[in-house]
């Protein structure tokens, strides 16, 4: 039995393809890296489909959460999220669901001073809450690329737990929701923080080889790396890269390469047999903090980039209609056997 379905085919579905050994990812028909290009609008047309007006689905969500403005303000981003998400009418559409994640993180900021979206795109809205200036055009495409690359990814734990609650029937605010809360883990969405963390402390090491040899073989695991299903570097984790290095005035990438050269090696050290490379999240926590996102909200901007996923994955799986209902293998104790003779 496989204690984490590693393996398990759950579901079909026609949205991505991750390819553990080669490396690659497929969306919708696309290589990632021609599919991150796409920008944020047309990727998510190409993975909800229909016609999506996300502007409207910005200022519808402004105009519902409004009074909860103030009460949103200085939460943890995550916190804020789940908050924002639950106050909404159960019945909210896709436009609506996906636009409250810019609008929300604008309120965790501004409070009653949340700006009105609509002054640029969906991203643009987005980025302008963080920034102290208007965000460049160079610094917008640079969150587009990863809320893009981060959109879409198979049947990871958030995704699934997404697909189970749609087949319940239930609507797609839940499902949205229930996907977020899997997200909070640090084996799954909650890891560039502890890669800023980790690079912190390596900046302040005298000897960085040494200290992540160290750490590995004390059986702490790096975050930042390894993944259940690349057996090979996470295609992401280039893209991400590459975005970062096309922004200008990244005080971190420098260590932070020099940081993933020695992590790499202390893992192929400690451990030869299990192939163990550089993940979505390293880059991304350098790629966030260079765009001005504090740590805390990298989680929830992952939810930013991940909410088009989830719509797309329960759209199909309620065109599928067939609840989600796996068996366990009982370990517990069991009653004593009932005698089969009956007296006299
Ligand atoms: N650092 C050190 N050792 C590691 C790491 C790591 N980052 N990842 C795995 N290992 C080790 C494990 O300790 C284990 O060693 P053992 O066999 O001696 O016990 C071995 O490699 C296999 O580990 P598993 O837990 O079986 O690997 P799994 O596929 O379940 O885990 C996971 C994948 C959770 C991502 C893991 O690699 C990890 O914890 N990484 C650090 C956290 C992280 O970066 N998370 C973000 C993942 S990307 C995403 O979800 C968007």
Redesign the pocket.
Known sequence: MAS?L?GIVVAETALSEVDGEAGELIIRGYRLRSFAALGFEAAARELVGGELDLLAGRQRAYQCLAPLFPSLQHREPIEALRMGLASLASQTDAAVVIGAFPVILGAQRHGARTPRPGAGDHVYDLLSTACQAPPTAAEVTGLSRYLVT?SE?GM??STFTARVIASTGAPLLDAVIGALGALKG??????PG??LDLLDEMANSPDIPAELRAR?SS??????????IYRTR?PRADVLKEALTSLSGSPRLELAQKVEHHALEA?RL??PE?R?DT????YTAVLLERLGFSRDAFTAL?ATGRVLGWTAHYLEQRALGRLIRPGSLYTGPRPPAVSSCSPG
């Open positions: 984490g590693d981060v990814h990871n734990a640090p084996l799954h969405g909650g890891a502890p890669v590995v059986g702490q695991r790096l975050m930042g790396f390894g993944h259940r996470d893992l400690a451990k299990r163990l993940n979505v999240e390293f992952f």
